[in-house]
């Protein structure tokens, strides 16, 4: 049990994927800027930011003088603000995480080792490309019992055979495609796509404001499968992932080493380019199976800050496969 010995720096409690479940879990979680709860601030911010106006006034002056380890999510960090979280919290291993791909980051891995920080990131892959220690994705409790609620009350009542949530990124053009084909078409869809800046939501008439994770939670629970569109295959649990799992949904993905992990049942997850679409909507229909209690507790947030405290970060043989001693618990 590591949570006390770390603290989180998170843009938003209310608007971060997963800041208010790790709280609620008995996480130190603290927000970077002043006025991140308020919609109406957070625009504000980023507009100062992007007219190059001053940043200083809107870091939130209690993250000073911190101790032990600091875990520093890539959303919204700039170099200016991680400059100063550093100099302020001279006692305080900071580690900065990515959680997207690195390729479209805003601060650069050289600008992030150069402040002194240490740099981590999930995917196999992204962390030997840019030698990177790796971490997870995770799960948090209240999340889980959260999704559990949302389950039951859509049994029996989903109002789509698949559905897709996230920012475009080129995907909705690709995806508008993927529902013309012969063995898609016949399914209800549901999409809730956002820009990929806030400023290009009417740019399109499908778009839609971002959500609250939770509430992001709770619309998915009306689909019976979850698409996933990866850039790269990951050999570790990415958040669709986890959201369709906690969910008992099925999993639609394009991730091909998904069969590496402890997690993969051919029941609950259908591999774009590997399984026969013919075969797909028996999959959707098909029962969920459940699954085993050692693959959540690999995925428990407090294996996720273990992991970071203890420096031992996730490869095959911690996530892939757990050994054996973990199977017998």
Not at 42 to 55: A, D, H, S, T
Not at 96 to 112: D, E, R, S
Not at 198 to 214: A, D, N
Request: charged share 30%; glycine share 4%.
């Amino acid at each position: 049990m590591e949570k006390q010995n770390a603290i989180l720096l998170v843009w938003s409690i209310k608007d971060h994927l997963f800041g208010r479940y790790m709280r609620e879990d008995g996480l130190d979680v603290r927000t970077i800027y002043k006025g991140s709860e308020s919609r109406i601030l957070n625009v504000i911010r980023m507009l100062c930011f992007k007219w190059g106006l001053p940043q200083k006034p809107w870091f939130n002056q209690k993250i000073k003088g911190l101790e032990g380890t600091v875990i520093l999510f890539d959303a919204m960090v700039g170099e200016e603000y991680l400059e100063w979280v550093v100099q302020n919290n001279p006692k305080a291993r900071i580690i900065f995480f990515y959680a997207n791909p690195i390729m479209l980051a805003k601060l650069k891995i050289a600008q992030v080792e150069a402040a002194g920080c240490e740099v981590w990131s999930y995917g196999d892959e992204q962390c030997a490309a840019y030698q990177l220690k790796q971490n997870a994705h995770f799960c948090c409790e209240s999340m889980y019992k959260e999704a559990k609620r949302y389950t039951k009350q859509y049994q029996g009542k989903k109002e789509y055979d698949i559905v897709f949530s996230g920012k475009d990124k080129g995907r909705l053009e690709y995806l508008y495609s993927l529902m013309k084909k012969k063995y898609w078409k016949k399914f209800r869809w549901g999409l809730y796509i956002s820009p990929d800046h806030f400023w290009q939501i009417f740019q399109k008439k499908i778009y839609r404001m971002v959500l609250p994770y939770h509430k992001l939670l709770c619309w998915q629970a009306k689909g019976k499968a979850v698409l996933e569109m990866v850039p790269s295959s990951l050999n570790i649990p990415t958040m669709r992932t986890v959201d369709a799992m906690s969910l008992r949904q099925k999993l639609i993905t394009n991730n091909q080493r998904v069969m590496e992990n402890d997690y993969y049942y051919p029941e609950n997850i259908f591999i774009m380019g590997v399984d026969r679409e013919e075969e797909l909507e028996n999959f959707i229909n098909s029962p969920f199976r459940p699954i085993p209690r050692q693959v959540w507790k690999e995925l428990s947030l407090d294996r996720w800050i273990e992991r970071f405290v203890k420096d031992q970060p996730v490869n095959k043989d911690t996530m892939g496969n757990a050994d054996d001693e973990e199977r017998k618990e």
